[in-house]
């Protein structure tokens, strides 16, 4: 089978990277082994909050020099300030072109509010999440966050807990009682912010839940609900807002995450769109090599056939999605062998502290400047590596993880998109 591009891992990264190949003409196949990890995200992408010295950043462009200062090996780092900031205007583009209108700005982040009621500062976000100027509050004076009656992935009590705290206003929390839910309520494994979404989205039941809120709400100038709601679209939200004739907003909930699954599936179809070819539930496990050239993909489903491509993107994850392997004898790529970022005592690997930073999270491939990976100390000429698979950066602490993969994926679809030639 004859790609000009594979690209290894259908999450954020991946599946931004061969979009962009496919829209410039490049025949691209996606290996996804499983979930992406989209499913278990808020669905806002973050680009940069802070700095590695703890330093909180409201302008992630202009932070990029200090940060190359303080992680020379980042990716951000290795592409380079100004690239990155031609990027980022990349990204949201992108994100347009598959139907995603977020809000916010690659000059400034903005704070948005989590599921605990807590304000995090990050780059795009859902139109449906509610959002506040970095470093201001919040415009209402009073909010009603409404739970659902059962339903534990969703805590309404802590959310309107810290809304009161932080940002000064009153808070009145409540459950809505909706026996549409009652079949899903009787069996705890379904009842689930995704299957609460397919029976809420539908006319019938949207009109129940109205009713519910405008009983419920009281005098509330804002209503927040956990998202349950909009599994295909914004409209059900839209229709809420316009029957309610007020600010009504979803807060992200427990995985799966019906803002990262819409997220994740619009990426998707795009490609498919396109003409690329996604391959659900395979896992590539080896490669043939030319010196320092792969000419051979190998996967569990494909056994003895192999992928042939002119250049390969691994976008495969982190520990999570098995894109890195921790084992007695150090942290390994399992499909190339790659070269890795690690510690070599395992006692270093992390914190006995749960809250502070940890270092393993840092782990990851090494890269080249154009982000080739490396083996054995030599950049492999036609393997990519890009999104979580990396080392040399913090998603977490930094507030980045989105970003690196998003930019990461357009930087390399740029490099590939104008080498000659193809399969």
Known sequence: MQFDVVVIGGGLAGLSCAIRLAEQGKRCAVVS?????????????????QLPDGSMVSEPLLALPALAQQAPQHPYSLIGAPRVAALAVEAVQLLERCGLKMQGSNQQNHLRVTPL???????????????APFGDVLPWRRIAVLGIEGFLDFQPQMAASSLAAEQSVQVD??????PVLD????????????????????????????????????QAEAIFLPACLGLESDEP???????????????????????????????????????????????????????QRITGLYTRNHTDIPLRAQQVVLASGSFFSNGLKAEFGGIREPVFDLDVYS??????????????????????VQTDANLRALKQGVAISNLYAIGAVTGGYEPLL???????????????????AGQEGSV
């Open 183 to 218: 079949r899903l309520r009787n069996n705890p494994s379904e009842f689930r912010a995704v299957n609460i979404a397919r029976v809420l989205d539908r006319p019938e039941n949207l009109a129940v839940l109205i009713e519910e809120i405008q009983r419920q709400a009281g």
């Open 398 to 416: 930094q507030g980045c993880g989105a970003g690196v993969s998003l930019l990461g994926a357009l930087h390399v679809a740029q490099q590939i």
């Open 237 to 291: 939200l839209m229709a809420l807002r316009q029957a309610l004739g007020k600010p009504v907003f979803l807060l992200p909930t427990l995985p799966p995450s019906v803002l990262g699954m819409r997220l994740h599936q619009a990426l998707r179809q795009r490609l498919q769109l396109l003409g690329g070819v996604f391959m659900p539930g395979d896992t590539v496990l080896r490669a043939d090599f030319d010196g």
């Open 33 to 49: 082994s499983g979930q992406s990890a989209l499913y278990f995200s808020s669905g806002s992408l973050d680009l940069l909050a």
């Open 173 to 178: 929390e409540v459950s809505l009682h909706l």
């Open 117 to 131: 009621g807590t304000c995090r500062a990050t780059w795009l976000s859902p139109q449906a999440i509610p959002t």
């Open 343 to 364: 510690k070599p005592q395992r006692e270093d690997w992390s914190s006995i502290d749960l809250f502070a930073p940890q270092p393993y999270l840092q782990f990851g």
